[in-house]
Structure formats: C-alpha cells, structure tokens
C-alpha cells in the first residue's frame, strides 16, 4: 500500500515542483499617482514564466487586458470586465502590453517582462494612441536607466 501511494504522490510532487515557486503580483489599476493619471501600479514588472499577477480594481472604471500588438508568440490575451479583479498566470516568455480599454487612449499601459529579455522600443508597434506609446516609451527608458524597476520576484 505504502508503495502505491508513493507511485502517486511522487511523480505529483515532481511535476508540480517548476509551479511551487511561482509568486503571485499584486497591480492596481488607478485614476492618478505621482507618475500622473490613468496607471497601473507597479507600470513594470519582472516575472518568471508560471507567475501570477493580479490586477486590482482600487479605483472604478478601469480594466486590464493584453494589447495584440505586445503579447509573446503563443501566449493567450485576455481581458478583464470593468471594475473586475482579474488573476493571470503567464507562461510565456516575452512581453506583454496591457492596456485599460476606456483608457488606453489617456495613456493607461504597463509592461510585463516575464523572463529574461528586458521590453525594449522595438517591441512597440506603430499605430499605438499618442498617449499610450509614449507612457510605453517612458517606462522602457526608466528601465534603461535602471531606476524604479519593479521586480515580482522577492
């Protein structure tokens, strides 16, 4: 008996080793902070493949969901419903561009890193809103410089 539960257990506990160090990142979708209006909160993150993040609906109106034109081959996009908490576990290396739908034209856009490769400016597309490709712009090059980074990993 002892055995069989052995032949179970452990090829479970194998298979979800890669999973057991996953975390989970907290983002709030806001109507203003010190960077200005129309944010997410961290606006960077840098995650692992198997990370979670979750996105908060601290102040209403706003959403997240991907952005077509910024989401690694193979990743699935998604979007959330209006005031919605919305949880996402990405398993594709690359970076994703998330956008609030009524307010992606303000500007209301962050940046995923999920693995090693840092968002650069030829991962923009042409054609973004004014506001939003600049906001992207922005946070590409403080993460050139190295400041503010929001790391997902302790």
């Known amino acids: 008996m002892r055995r069989l539960a052995l032949s179970v257990l452990l090829p479970a506990m194998i298979l979800s080793a890669p999973?057991?160090?996953a975390k989970t990142v907290e983002v709030k979708m806001l109507n203003r902070n010190a960077s200005g209006p129309m944010v997410y909160e961290p606006d960077y993150l840098v995650m692992e493949p198997g990370d979670t993040v979750r996105f908060l609906p601290t102040a209403p109106g706003h959403n997240a969901g991907t952005i077509d034109e910024i989401l690694p081959a193979g990743a699935e996009p998604f979007k959330g419903q209006i005031n919605e908490e919305i949880e996402v576990t990405l398993t594709e290396p690359g970076i994703y561009g998330i956008k609030c739908s009524p307010h992606f034209a303000m500007g209301m856009v962050m940046l995923i890193q999920v693995g090693t490769q840092p968002a650069a400016e030829a991962d923009l597309p042409a054609g973004l809103p004014?506001?939003?490709?600049?906001?992207?712009?922005?946070i590409i090059a403080r993460q050139d410089t190295g400041s503010e980074q929001a790391e997902a990993r302790p």
């Open 19 to 21: 999973f057991a160090a």
């Open 130 to 138: 004014t506001r939003a490709d600049k906001r992207l712009r922005e």
